[in-house]
């Protein structure tokens, strides 16, 4: 279980721009799902982006003019006898806000109209819509989302991030015709969360280390690496020439039950295992490893230390059915711990 509140404390470090104050008072508010959460921080965040102006882009259009503008299409021109009327056909790019991210905004917005978020919210949804009166739709289910952010659009990147997670948790109902919200914060997306909010938790809040998320190297004898998979870590802390590599799960089940035995989830155990050995490579024991769960409703969860071939491999849980200030204890222990 996670509290709702507490979701927005981990979009708030995954999105650092959730700290600015047009968004403080979400922290305060109290809400019924996950979706009236992302609808209002979209809200807030799309009205702080009309002030500061919408993104624009150029557009490639082909229009049918009168005098000559960018390059002329010949084949069209003479294809559709335009110039019977004493036109041609002309393309041209044209910097508009009907942008490739202003359009899933509003595709975005104009599915909350048809969800079940409340009136009030729907009401100033369509409030922000006029501002995209020159902004086209997109189809929901051919959305590209993998996005390319710079200087110039990089206050877009939580904008879009929220709209996927609305967009992909809106379930269409076959009775209405309306979208009802559920539970979409399903276990894949929670995932990649609950990841990203521990690794900028301790960027933020931990100065003193190193905080990355590094790929480790194979420990090769004879440096032939070919058709490896790449081992990336989701959390690496160091500090003082020692290393804790977090991999952090969220699964509706911590452990994996054949015959009333629960036991830790092989895979994780191995995959922890590799990253830390491989890392290790001059074997001095200085690097250790964690596979951080979230914690679920079951009676029993991991909590274990092992010792493995001269290194430290733990297994701990993260209660996020508490008040955020207990969740910070329990991060903050584990750097205790480490140091």
Request: proline share 1%.
């Amino acid at each position: 279980m996670i509290r709702i509140q507490n979701i927005y404390y981990m979009l708030s470090y995954a999105f650092q721009i959730l700290n600015e104050q047009g968004y403080k008072r979400v922290a305060t508010e109290e809400f019924e799902n996950v979706g009236e959460l992302c609808s209002e921080i979209l809200i807030k965040g799309i009205s702080s982006q009309i002030k500061r102006g919408l993104g624009k882009e150029y557009i490639s259009r082909e229009e049918t003019l009168s005098s000559i503008k960018g390059k002329i299409n010949l084949s069209s021109s003479i294809k559709e006898q335009t110039t019977i009327k004493k036109q041609l056909v002309c393309s041209f790019d044209e910097f508009s806000v009907n942008s490739y991210m202003n359009r899933i905004i509003r595709t975005t917005m104009e599915m909350l109209l048809h969800s079940d978020v409340s009136k009030d919210r729907k009401a100033r949804i369509r409030g922000l819509l006029v501002y995209f009166s020159n902004v086209g739709r997109l189809d929901i289910h051919n959305i590209d989302w993998k996005i390319q952010y710079n200087r110039n659009n990089q206050t877009y990147q939580m904008l879009i991030a929220i709209c996927y997670l609305i967009i992909k948790g809106l379930l269409q109902t076959t009775s209405d015709g309306n979208t009802k919200l559920m539970d979409f914060l399903d276990e894949q997306r929670m995932f990649r969360l609950y990841e990203k909010f521990i690794l900028e938790y301790y960027r933020k809040e931990h100065p003193e280390l190193k905080v990355t998320a590094s790929q480790i190297p194979w420990d090769l004898d004879d440096g032939y690496g070919d058709m490896l998979p790449v081992m990336q870590s989701d959390i690496m802390l160091e500090k003082d020439g020692r290393t804790l590599v977090i991999d952090a799960k969220y699964y509706s089940h911590t452990t994996q039950t054949q015959y009333d035995a629960h036991t830790l989830h092989s895979g994780n155990l191995y995959q922890i295992y590799t990253y830390v050995k491989n890392l290790d490579r001059r074997k001095t024991g200085a690097v250790s490893g964690m596979l951080l769960y979230a914690r679920t409703d079951e009676m029993i969860l991991p909590d274990n230390e092992y010792r493995m071939g001269g290194n430290r491999i733990s297994v701990r849980t993260l209660d996020l059915d508490c008040d955020f200030s207990e969740i910070r204890c329990q991060l903050d222990e584990i750097v205790r711990v480490f140091e």
